[in-house]
């Protein structure tokens, strides 16, 4: 196994054991079961994109592993990831509090609808990282970088932030709070503002960029914005 493989492995199982102190610490139990389905749904998900980006494009693995606030040069996008990342860990946290309180009731099939908004939001990440090899982790164009507007970016200029968004939707669900929904929100804000900045950065730097914003009116959802 080569560097980048051992590096994209590792970050994917920092991130399930994060989870899973984040959850399991609050509510002082394993018996979550809400939360081991959780994991098992995003972790096989998030699994079985990275083993697909390691057989059939590492330099987008490459793209992707590189993430996060300190990999930004933007202070602007900087401090966006930052926010993001601080309501994501609110998120976790609140829905794992909603859990050992009782603040909220999830019934069983609305749990399980969360686990597939989770499944679902992946995989349409999965269709973008299958039409764009460029969609890197943070905001910057590569060398020989173009405009996509095949598959999924024929609808809307940004899907994969479109496929984020119905991840997050279902996490709290998925976790069995409405609470976490709130934390939720403000996380999607910070996308929102983020994409943004990148469509001003790639009107600007990327080639044919301008012509497709005309072309594909939608950013985030269809026949709304």
């Known amino acids: 196994m080569n560097n980048l493989n051992k590096k ?11 989870l899973g102190v984040l959850l399991f610490g609050p509510v002082g139990t394993i018996y979550y079961w809400q939360e081991w389905v959780f994991l098992a749904v995003f972790g096989v998900s998030a699994l079985l994109i990275t083993f697909y980006l ?38 976790i946290v609140v829905s794992a509090l909603d859990h050992r309180f009782g603040w909220s009731v999830v019934p069983p099939y609305k749990v399980a609808a969360g686990d597939i ?3 679902l939001g992946l995989y349409f ?36 932030y479109a496929g984020a968004f119905v991840m997050l939707l279902g996490v709290p669900l998925a976790l069995g709070s409405w609470w976490g929904l709130l934390p939720v929100a403000a996380l999607m804000a910070a996308i929102v503002r983020r ?14 960029y301008q012509q497709y914003q005309k072309q594909v009116k939608f950013r985030l959802l269809p026949f709304v914005w």
Request: charged share 20%.
């Open 117 to 119: 908004l989770v499944a």
């Open 8 to 18: 994209a492995f590792g970050g994917l199982f920092f991130l399930i054991v994060a």
């Open 195 to 208: 994409l943004v900045e990148e469509e001003k950065f790639l009107s600007k730097n990327l080639a044919g």
């Open 54 to 91: 390691m057989k059939k494009d590492p330099g987008l693995l490459a793209r992707r592993v590189k993430a996060g606030s300190a990999a930004e040069t933007q202070k602007s996008q900087k401090i966006i990831q930052f926010i993001a990342q601080i309501a994501f860990v609110v998120a």
């Open 125 to 160: 990440v999965f269709l973008v990282f299958r039409e764009n090899s460029y969609t890197s982790a943070i905001i910057e164009l590569g060398r020989e970088q173009k405009v996509i507007a095949s598959g999924p970016y024929a609808i809307v200029r940004h899907p994969m």
